[in-house]
């Protein structure tokens, strides 16, 4: 707990290391820079000692969510209602095993319940939003998340998430009002950053885009030094568009290199680097990445593209072997790579990520919780 010993001292901060209280901080704060791993660990131990403490249920849960332990969550959620089925917090949790597994409008059935029994419990206003958003319900999202607003004062995160849909909705000017409300309240969060230099980036300031990216890893350095966290993944990507955007090619290519490190099959990664290097003229290098990038998507337009233009630029020949027979003319290439935006901090929407094999074994389990 270096922050906490830098703070108060190795002797007092090795007694307060046992409080669940202090725990529970140190846990909410590696959530918010995005080191779920560490949150989770934490979090675990506190259950171990108290099942019933409601602020590490709470983070646990959203620790399982974006981890995509389905199996953790249900029989957590099993627990919770069994033991207390009087509690807004067992039905969130039960709310949010089934956004984990994509049955979106059973989640909203016994998140509903959470709110009857109080209205004012924050967290499943925000479940609730997500759920929308998942299914690009952007109205009912922007919904859920003003009444979270309004429960949890003080809080960013409805504001950030707020921001979100107004960007999903076209509604630049005031999804940035709600971004610099949330910035007001968490200015090293490196979700937040993240997203309001998409937001910045959508208009065209790729200068203030490119600080506040930059922002972002700086906060996420503060718990990975080592370049683990798959936070770092969609920050280092954008940051590479920004940059390229500005002319700063070999900045740029560094950060897809980061990027690519994280994530070595991912093609869209592949893909920016072979367009950075078509940009430098660098055609032997487009071709290498370019047929690194169709071999984890054969079919994609934007490769068979930029890989088409490599070789007309070089002199070659077109490339048959690769290309789809009704490959158009080279066009809006920064359109087709701009990433869209991702909710790092939030439970994954439809399928979870769950592996095909698991389906009916997941199922079952629908069926077999069988709460009312």
Not at 199 to 204: E, F, L, N, P, T
Not at 211 to 235: C, I, M, N, S
Not at 307 to 324: F, K, N, Q, T, V
């Amino acid at each position: 707990m270096p922050l906490l010993q830098h703070s108060l001292g190795a002797e007092l901060s090795t007694k307060l290391a046992t409080n669940i209280d202090v725990r529970c901080g140190l846990a909410e704060e590696h959530f918010h820079r995005q080191n779920t791993d560490a949150c989770y660990k934490i979090t675990s131990e506190i259950l171990d000692d108290d099942p019933y403490q409601a602020r590490a249920v709470t983070l646990h849960t959203a620790c399982c969510a974006q981890k995509n332990k389905y199996e953790e969550l249900f029989s957590l959620g099993h627990r919770l209602v069994d033991s207390t089925p009087n509690s807004a917090l067992s039905w969130y949790v039960v709310g949010c095993y089934y956004i984990t597994i994509g049955k979106h409008q059973s989640a909203r059935k016994y998140l509903t319940k959470s709110l009857t029994l109080d209205t004012n419990f924050g967290p499943a206003h925000i479940a609730f939003g997500l759920s929308f958003a998942s299914e690009g319900e952007h109205d009912q999202a922007i919904s859920a998340f003003s009444n979270a607003a309004r429960v949890m004062r003080g809080s960013h995160l409805p504001l950030l998430y707020l921001g979100k849909e107004y960007y999903l909705t076209g509604a630049i000017s005031t999804s940035t009002k709600f971004m610099k409300a949330a910035y007001d309240l968490a200015p090293n969060d490196p979700h937040l950053l993240h997203e309001i230099g998409h937001v910045v980036a959508s208009i065209g300031a790729y200068d203030k885009a490119e600080r506040y990216f930059k922002q972002a890893l700086a906060q996420l350095a503060v718990v990975d030094t080592h370049l683990t966290l798959p936070a770092w993944e969609p920050v280092y990507t954008n940051l590479g568009h920004v940059l390229r955007k500005q002319g700063k090619y070999e900045e740029a290519l560094s950060c897809h290199f980061n990027s690519l490190q994280l994530c070595p099959h991912n093609a869209s990664i592949l893909t920016a680097i072979a367009f950075l290097y078509l940009l430098q003229g660098k055609f032997d290098l487009v071709v290498e990445y370019a047929n690194q990038s169709l071999r984890v998507k054969r079919e994609d337009q934007f490769t068979l593209e930029v890989l088409h233009s490599a070789m007309i630029e070089a002199g070659g020949e077109r490339p048959e072997a690769w290309l789809h027979p009704s490959v158009p003319d080279l066009h809006d290439m920064d359109d087709e790579l701009e990433p869209t935006v991702k909710m790092i901090l939030t439970p994954k929407g439809d399928g979870g990520g769950v592996a095909s094999g698991e389906e009916s074994g997941r199922e079952e389990k629908e069926v077999q919780m069988n709460l009312t």
